[in-house]
């Protein structure tokens, strides 16, 4: 497992843990839509919760709403910013 494989798993148990989902990690898939139908259907609550627990666990400040639309689609796109935080 790579460090970006880990970084998933820790998105998504995040996810799980702060929105009280349904689901397990396991079920959440790297693509799968976080909203809309056919995904995790969360809604903009949900969003606003994932923005603070993103800051709190990995120092990543989302700075709007386009910003967070673009950042908040899937476990993949989360990953992807959080990596560039890291890195720079």
Known sequence: MDDKDALKEKIKSMLVENLMLQVTAADIGDDTPLFGPGGLGLDSVDALQIVVAL??????KIPDPAAAKSILQTVNTIADAVQQKLAA
Do not use: A, E, R, S
Not at 55 to 60: A, E, M, T, W
């Open 55 to 60: 800051d709190k666990n990995f120092g990543l």
